[in-house]
């Protein structure tokens, strides 16, 4: 047991959200996106910290990312969400190509200026890069590339991009707790008897107390967990169900849970799906929960397979918001005590050891000259 490494103060003044705009939303990559999503001839309006961006696929069909402001007079260009069409100020209708650069100006004759060089008028970009489906951004003009930043989760984010297909399931919805309760909450697994009795406790296969679930914290900033299925129920799952529903790209015997530092989980459960979370942080005491359920490609599927797999996948929708409703009402009361608590938390010893690590990864964004926490 220890204590842990945030002060309650760190959850509920606005000053720390500031704080953490400038030294990790601004300066990590971030997640905003998946590239199956980027049709050509859309833009996708994206809030990263507290910037606003636009991101949209250029001519040869790679994700760049722009700041959601006009040239003209600042307005912010869209709302969040997709649009279609190309990017079209609302307050003078000027119009950006995929480039970012104006490409029409009602009343040219009163900008020389810009339409001689319409290229120097172009929207601020930043630094945008993609692995497999995942697109991420970089606000800070230097920094590691991503695949530096992402170290063993880019190729788990690789293998996860595989087979991906389509969207299952899509919602945002507001969670009244700091997105850093919200992410401790996902952390640990101390909380599913208490929380989840009627949902997490009750999936087949992942009943507690066959293997011991495996935690990966050797990363500073990332960490996950594999918790492996029953093996009783995989035999069953082998014989009965995989013949009908057939293969699909990346199979795993294990849930798995990921935090890519500092807001995306990406969790599946034997490969057949992914949910993806990025948790933005809206307000110092508001967290938006953006969730997506991605379906992967199956090959030498049954039709009695197909109407399987169509089951598992309405299943997993209901399930998947049933426990996050159960989250975000105790994530809430969190947030409820963290607003008069004056103590650190105490973490435990195996069961904890993610919520530690990233509160460590935290302390070492948000103080990066120091020396790293003691252990
Ligand atoms: S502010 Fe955008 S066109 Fe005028
Ligand atoms: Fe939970």
Request: aromatic share 10%; hydrophobic share 35%.
């Amino acid at each position: 047991m220890c204590n842990g490494l945030l002060n309650p103060a760190q959850y509920r003044e606005p000053q720390a959200l500031a704080d953490e705009h400038a030294l990790i939303f601004a300066r990590t990559w971030n997640f905003v996106g998946l590239l199956f999503e980027q049709e050509a001839g859309q833009h996708r309006g994206v809030k990263l910290g507290a910037t606003s961006l636009i991101i949209q696929c250029d001519k040869q069909g790679r994700p760049r990312a722009f700041l959601n402001v006009c040239s003209h007079r600042h307005a912010q260009l869209c709302e969040q969400g997709v649009h279609r069409g190309p990017i079209r100020c609302p307050y003078h209708s000027w119009t950006y190509d995929r480039e970012g650069i104006p490409a029409g100006i009602p009343q040219p004759q009163a900008f020389p200026e810009v339409i001689a060089d319409k290229s120097a008028h172009r929207l601020k970009e930043f630094a945008c890069e993609t692995v497999g489906q995942f697109i991420f951004v970089r606000l800070s003009t230097d920094g590691p590339s991503l695949r530096d930043y992402l170290g063993p989760e880019y190729d788990f984010l690789l293998h996860a991009s595989a087979g991906m297909n389509g969207l299952i399931d899509e919602f945002r919805q507001d969670v009244h707790a700091n997105w850093k309760a919200v992410i401790e909450n996902s952390l640990e697994g101390y909380h599913v008897p208490a929380v989840h009795n009627q949902t997490f406790m009750k999936v087949e296969g992942m009943e507690r107390g066959h293997q011991a679930p495996v935690d990966t914290v050797q990363h500073p900033l990332h960490s996950s967990i594999d918790h492996p299925a029953a093996a009783d129920w995989l035999v069953t799952f082998e014989r009965k169900i995989a013949p009908k529903i057939g293969s699909w790209a990346w199979r795993f015997p294990h849930y798995t849970h990921h935090l890519i530092f500092p807001n995306l989980t990406v969790t599946s459960f034997l490969g057949y799906s992914f949910h993806i979370q990025r948790f933005e942080p809206s307000a110092v005491g508001i967290t938006t929960v953006h969730s997506r359920t991605v379906s992967v490609g199956f090959t030498g599927q049954s039709p009695v397979g197909a109407k399987m797999v169509e089951q598992i996948y309405a299943e997993s929708k209901s399930f998947t918001e049933r426990v996050f409703a159960e989250d975000a009402a105790i994530c809430r009361a969190v947030q409820q005590g963290l607003e008069c608590a004056e103590r650190p938390a105490v973490i435990g010893n195996g069961i904890e050891d993610r919520v530690l690590h990233f509160q460590r990864a935290y302390q070492r964004c948000m103080n990066p000259t120091s020396p790293p926490p003691p252990t």
